[in-house]
């Protein structure tokens, strides 16, 4: 080829791609760019991917309401599926590559131990929409599911109210389950249960052969006194261990069994026939009576579009997560974290039982509680409700290490894990 | 502003407490406003206060509260049988009978009860039973007052066990006076009534005695009462035991299954399969698909899974024969990549076509609920019919060996690939069949396992390591090794379990397993035969 040629076809490529990038810059700032952190398969896959589609739904809205600070919102989905480790890397992808701005995502606590170095070191905030064991507050992570006094001691307030005498702990080997037990093992402890009425067990994620235990529950809730059984067991082992307990005929009414991370989408896929009466404990059931909430589900089910999908707590707290996430920035008037970090505090939005949920210091929220048990459909009728809000408790009140501890992100303080008593800010937030 | 005015001037109107029943049966409405409304203990007296009534239709009403059938029509007040059609309800009046048409979910208000009031209506029903015709539901009531015994139950049976004339039923009443004669003031009563409990196996009564026994103030009931006791206890152990046997012995049979495919392919042509695992999950994906095709019968889509699910998975396994290993024999390394990657794919190719979440296969009618033996030994039916099912694959995979012209074939190449060859017998053929086979038999356990545990694209991934083990420990290429092995495993499983924690109870089982093969290189039972690799 001629030089002259390839100069006018190099000159013509070389123009191209810049016009291309050009372009393609400024579309980048024209949009704010939401990661979403849901693990789309694998043994969690049956509760993070409807809040895959919730967030995705939330960005549609609000970009059908003119975006946020004039730009529009761009959702970038990435499948950590249920690989703790890869959590961490694809937050780093998130954040590093696709350059995004706030993380909604996360569901097991080790999931979200995996992520925090990583929003610590980069500075993005993830907002956490899952009950989980509390122990923990971090600059860069507003946590909108249940702290342990928003969900579990309030739900062992009521077995106890009902006359239960014995208490078996079940839950899935790891943190969630262990802190979450070690916390309620000295609660009952405190309220005068003896250690031989309290049976402890775990079991790794997955897990489907649940005869044994099973058949030890029923053994231990033959001895005469009132039995339940608190489950802190997450994803789909959850699904094997009903099929058990309708199987083995362990009725509620003869042992209830209060789960805290099983809800209307781990329920939607088993016969609930059997399960009638056996309970959990939520800040929100898709059966709650409020205008707000049934316009929710109507715009849920259309955007999905299908009739027979539920909605459930954690979807709630990305609906409070993300409205907030949105007052503050407008607030604040940049998404820049630090900025936000300050205006996000004190932030109230609607919530979906008809109140509002405010946004503490601590980056917990305030949540009603509610006990629902089990019906036929799949649904929750609510036997039992807090008048009030609770704030989240981060640092629970009933662990010796964590008792005099208080985090607060707002100045003067700006401290995750504060000593009341010495007056130092450990410092280590994780 | 003037409808506003117009609204206030009506609630002022309006009477405080609207009534939200009306019937036109005051007794019936009086109770069901207590029970519409919102306070649980009132609800559980009005309960009683309708049990307690003669109305005719008392029970129907309470049976209806019990499963959600009765509902309150709010528009107009009355009380609805309420079956559902689709998406609404078929509302018929409770009392009248008469059709009121359908309506939305809405419409329809349910009596809301918690778990107290279920173990209310529960005692309810079971007080009407005592007087049933049936003697199956008197001895159900019966043995309901056994878990939940209280000193007027002794009232109410007297003079019931002397009308009563089914043999059984007689004998639970018995059962449930002695229990209560066992506080009785009367020393010599007290003996007559441990005598009287000392067969019972019911937790009520080891408590009872076990009270007795330490705090008795009569030497000789003290002594008799922990006599007994001691007696029951050891009989309580004893079906302990045969109870976690059966539990080791279903978990042997799942691992069986999942291996015994794995026996074969491993054993006769010595290749590592890492795909069987998968194998097993397209197996559980056929039974899934076939669901999903007839929808209304569980029980003979499940039963026309196994064929299909063996030619499904026996098919893919002639496949990754005929296009995969045959080129890598006598290579097992290569083998062992090659088939690691089949098995990556096949995961990837479940994700893309079907979904990457679990996907729900229901269990039929007959898999659901369990068999009662006595009071503390019940058998799951699902897990019967697993034991039951491993042992017929067992013996038609055995008959196929021992006594078909394949199955000699396949014996002769496993035990000496030369001479067989020498005598005609195709080999490749042979070979390629015998993948099929064993694939196939994968398939069928993915069946079973369908009805166990959730099916999603890493199902197999949950099985490779167990089906390893088990043929390792059985002794390659032999069949009883691994019904032997598999048993055995699960069976040491389970007893480890209650006090090692289902983990630990895994990792023993790994550890122990090593530690023969250690001692025993090749296995339980290891392949005899002059050319037999050593």
Not at chain 2, 137 to 161: C, E, F, G, Y
Not at chain 2, 437 to 446: D, E, R, W
Request: charged content about 20%; glycine content about 8%.
């Amino acid at each position: 080829m001629k030089l002259a040629t390839r100069m006018r076809k190099l000159a013509l490529a070389v123009s191209a791609v810049s016009a291309l990038s050009v372009s393609a810059a400024v579309q980048a700032a024209d949009t704010i760019k939401v990661g979403i952190l849901h693990s789309l398969s694998g043994t969690m896959a049956i509760s993070e991917t409807t809040l895959k589609d919730t967030m995705l739904m939330l960005i549609e809205e609000q970009n059908k309401k003119g975006g946020l600070l004039g730009k529009k919102l761009e959702p970038v989905v990435v499948d950590p599926a249920s690989d703790w480790p890869l959590f961490a890397e694809k937050t780093r992808e998130l954040i590093s590559k696709d350059g995004v701005d706030a993380i909604f995502g996360c569901w097991t606590s080790v999931s979200r131990k995996s992520v925090l170095p990583v929003v610590e070191e980069l500075k993005v905030p993830l907002f956490y929409p899952v009950q989980y064991e509390g122990e923990e507050s971090s600059k860069y992570v507003y946590y909108t599911g249940a702290a342990p006094n928003q969900q579990a001691i309030p739900a062992v307030d009521y077995l106890m109210d009902q006359g239960v005498k014995r208490w078996v702990l079940a839950g899935t080997d790891y943190v969630y389950p262990r802190t979450t037990n070690k916390i309620l093992e000295a609660y009952l402890k405190g309220k005068g249960v003896a250690a031989d009425d309290i049976m402890i067990n775990y079991t790794p994620f997955g897990h489907s052969d649940w005869q044994s235990i099973v058949a030890d529950i029923k053994k231990f809730g033959a001895a005469g006194k009132k039995t339940a059984v608190v489950s802190t067991i997450n994803g789909d082992a959850n699904v094997p261990f009903y099929k058990e307990l309708g199987n083995q005929g362990v009725t509620a009414d003869a042992i209830p069994v209060v789960a805290f991370s099983v809800g209307e989408e781990e329920l939607s896929g088993i016969d609930t026939k059997p399960l009638v009466g056996h309970l959990a404990a939520w800040n929100y059931f898709m059966s709650v009576d409020a205008e707000v909430n049934e316009e929710f589900i109507e715009a849920w089910q259309k955007f999905i579009k299908s009739e027979d999908r539920v909605t459930n707590d954690p979807m709630e707290a990305h609906y409070i997560g993300f409205n907030m996430w949105i007052e503050a920035v407008k607030k604040a008037g940049t998404t820049d974290p630090e900025a936000v970090s300050d205006a996000i505090v004190g932030v109230t939005v609607p919530n979906l039982s008809g109140g509002v949920s405010a946004m503490m210091p601590n980056h917990h929220i305030t949540k009603p509680v509610l006990i629902g048990e089990i019906q036929e459909d799949g649904q929750f009728e609510i036997v039992w409700q807090t008048s009030g809000l609770v704030a989240g408790d981060a640092w629970s009140d009933f662990l010796p290490g964590s008792k005099d501890l208080i985090a607060s992100w707002r100045a003067p303080l700006s401290c995750g894990n504060y000593n009341v008593k010495t007056a130092k800010c450990s410092g280590q937030n994780y | 502003m003037k409808f506003l005015s117009v609204l206030i001037l009506c609630l002022l109107i309006m009477p405080v407490h609207a009534a939200k029943v009306e019937t036109g049966d005051p007794q019936v409405d009086a109770v069901f406003e207590a029970l519409i409304g919102s306070n649980f203990a009132e609800k559980a007296s009005a309960l009683k206060q309708l049990a307690a009534s003669d109305h005719p239709q008392r029970f129907e009403l309470i049976e209806g509260i019990f499963d959600g059938r009765l509902r309150l029509h709010k528009k107009s007040k009355r009380l609805v049988w309420a079956e559902k059609q689709g998406r609404k309800y078929l509302a018929t009046d409770a009392l009248s009978g008469e059709q009121l048409g359908e309506f939305k979910k809405r419409k329809l208000k349910k009596v809301s009860i918690n778990n107290k009031l279920r173990g209310v209506i529960k005692g309810i029903i079971a007080t009407r039973d005592l007087d049933s015709e049936d003697p199956a539901l008197r001895l159900k009531s019966v043995q309901a007052m056994l878990a939940n015994p209280s000193p007027d139950q002794v009232d109410t049976l007297i003079p019931r066990l002397e009308k009563e004339t089914d043999p059984q039923v007689r004998s639970a009443m018995q059962l449930v006076l002695s229990l209560a004669n066992l506080g009785a003031d009367d020393p010599s009563e007290r003996l007559k009534a441990v005598d009287g409990v000392s067969d019972s196996l019911e937790s009520a009564v080891r408590q009872k005695l076990g009270e007795m026994a330490v705090s008795d103030p009569d030497v000789t009931v003290k002594k008799a009462a922990a006599s007994a006791l001691r007696k029951i206890e050891d009989r309580v152990d004893l079906f302990g035991h045969i109870e976690t046997l059966f539990f080791g012995l279903s978990l042997g049979s799942v691992l069986v299954l999942a291996a015994i495919g794995l026996a074969i392919t491993f054993g006769v042509m010595g290749v590592i399969n890492m795909a069987h695992g998968e194998l097993i999950m397209l197996g559980a994906y056929t039974t899934y698909l076939i669901q999903q095709l007839m929808p209304e019968s569980a029980g003979l889509s499940l039963l026309l899974s196994i064929p299909a699910a063996f030619m499904v998975s026996g098919l893919v396994g002639i496949g990754i024969e005929r296009g995969v290993i045959r080129f890598l024999y006598g290579r097992p390394l290569e083998t062992l990549l090659a088939t690691f990657g089949i098995s990556l794919i096949l995961q990837q190719l479940v994700r893309t076509l079907v979904s990457p979440q679990n996907v729900p296969v229901s269990n039929p009618e007959f898999m659901s609920g369990f068999l009662q033996i006595n009071s503390v030994l019940s058998l799951t039916y699902n897990r019967l019919y697993i034991i039951l099912f491993c042992m017929l694959v067992f013996v038609a995979l055995f008959m196929i060996l021992k006594r078909t012209r394949l199955g000699l074939q396949v014996r002769a190449v496993s035990q000496n690939r030369a001479m067989a060859r020498a005598m005609g017998v195709h080999s490749s053929r042979v070979d390629a069949l015998t993948f099929g086979l064993g694939s196939g038999i994968a398939g069928v356990a993915g069946v079973a396992l369908s009805q166990l545990t959730n099916v999603g694209p890493n199902l197999g991934q949950a099985y490779i390591v167990d089906s390893f083990m088990v043929v390792v420990f059985g002794g390659v290429g032999n069949l009883w090794g691994t019904l032997v092995g598999g048993l055995s495993l699960g069976i040491a499983n389970k007893f480890m379990e209650p006090w090692a924690g289902a983990v630990m109870a895994k990792i023993l089982i790994l550890v122990i397993v090593i530690l023969f093969i250690q001692k025993r290189p090749r296995g339980l039972f290891p392949q005899k035969g002059r050319a037999a690799e050593g």
